[in-house]
């Protein structure tokens, strides 16, 4: 069987990383002082992670092996260990690298903890979820966290030229054009692996003397980059709603049709939506919440494709809508005072007399029915005493 190409691009050595520079330059200093510290390495797929795992570890003389948090089980790990305990008594390195680590649970992960701890294995683990909501705090904290970043489509380019001597060394009947690269490097958002996959299948779906971007169009549908259940899912999301809070309308709609496209569930979007117009509009145009509950219903309704022009409708609307925060504001100073005053007594005259016993204590007594007065209100005091001098609410 042919060797696949990404097998053959793969880099060798850590020189061949001419990107993740952040991080490329810190490991190299490591390497070059024989000291590799457990490591997380955070983020996109598609950014050859595990091979380099691979290269510190063949640099370091080490023993290495994989785990995967899908897959591995209980006994994969006891006998690295085990070899691992050896190695450690004849002062040999052992490097454990774990895939998808949050796919364990924090047992598992404290099963590692005591390892790492005295140094028995080097962990390198990865994940492309948020480690600090999914990653023991205890591993964490005795690692050192690299977080590797979605490529540019220039990096990839540049990638995609300087190893194309490779790739018609394994298929020399084909000549690939400089847009066709350009196409490649557009459609692989970021993923150096799906580039690779992409630029093989069209070599095989047509054997031709010339790639030519009709070939990779017709034999690659285009990523969205987004992920909805991990951190890219908030992260669109939230500049969504900046955007809006911004009054940028353009952007808006950019963010809108990001989530759309990558099939996000227009509901979760609608509600979104909802609270953003009580958050940042309300009190400025009391139409906004209106019509957001209308939009919520219509979304309901008449689901995709057809809510996309309500959600389009409406974000442009709430985009473009007078802002004020003066709710979110009296929200956070009530729940700073309540937490600070929250056994404050109730003014006697604002209490409930529901007995002769408390009638007795002129409970209401002193109470003044604002609509006996002129436009019904009547200065009196509502606060306890303690407070009764602040100001919760200002129009903003």
């Not at 050595?13 to 190299?28: G, L, V, Y």
């Not at 683990?125 to 977080?147: D, G, K, M, Y």
């Not at 809508?321 to 005259?349: C, F, G």
């Amino acid at each position: 069987m042919l060797e696949p190409l990404s097998s053959i691009l793969r880099p060798n050595k850590i020189e061949d990383f001419a990107w993740q520079k952040e991080i490329i330059s810190p490991i190299s200093s490591f390497l070059n002082s024989k000291y590799i510290p457990s490591m997380l390495f955070w983020w996109p797929a598609g950014t050859w992670k595990t091979t380099l795992a691979r290269i510190i570890a063949k640099r370091m003389d080490a023993q290495f092996r994989e785990l995967s948090g899908v897959t591995s089980k209980k006994d994969d790990l006891k006998n690295i260990i085990k070899q691992a305990e050896i190695n450690f008594n004849f002062a040999k390195n052992s490097i454990v690298f774990l895939d998808e680590i949050h796919r364990w649970n924090k047992a598992q992960q404290d099963t590692l903890l005591p390892f790492v701890e005295k140094g028995v294995i080097t962990l390198i683990w990865a994940t492309t979820e948020n480690p600090w909501f999914s990653i023991n705090n205890a591993l964490l904290s005795r690692s050192r966290t690299f977080v590797f970043k979605q490529l540019e489509k220039e990096e990839i380019f540049d990638f995609i030229k300087n190893n194309l001597e490779k790739v018609y060394k394994k298929y020399p009947n084909i000549k690939i054009n400089d847009e066709a690269l350009q196409m490649i490097s557009k459609l692989a958002n970021g993923d150096l692996r799906t580039w690779i996959n992409i630029l093989e299948a069209s070599i095989l779906h047509k054997w031709k003397w010339e790639l030519i971007l009709d070939d990779i169009q017709k034999n690659t549908q285009k990523n969205i980059y987004y992920d909805r259940d991990g951190d890219e899912h908030y992260n669109i999301i939230s500049a969504f709603i900046k955007s809006m809070r911004g009054s940028d309308v353009d952007a808006s709609i950019y963010w809108l049709q990001r989530m759309i496209k990558a099939w996000e569930d227009p509901l979760f979007i609608a509600r979104r939506m909802i609270i953003f117009a009580s958050e940042d509009i309300w009190l400025a145009n009391s139409n906004a919440l209106l019509i957001a509950n209308q939009v919520f219903d219509s979304v309901q309704k008449i689901w995709l494709p057809e809510a996309e022009f309500a959600l389009f409708h409406w974000a442009i609307y709430l985009a473009k809508s007078t802002k004020s925060n003066s709710i979110y504001k009296s929200m956070q100073s009530t729940r700073i005072a309540v937490e600070e005053y929250w056994d404050l007594e109730v003014p006697i005259h604002l209490r409930n007399a529901t007995s002769q016993f408390t009638e007795e204590l002129w409970y209401w007594a002193e109470y003044k029915y604002p609509h006996d007065y002129k436009n019904s209100q009547i200065k009196q005091q509502y606060l306890p005493d303690k407070i009764k001098w602040k100001t919760f609410f200002k129009w903003e």
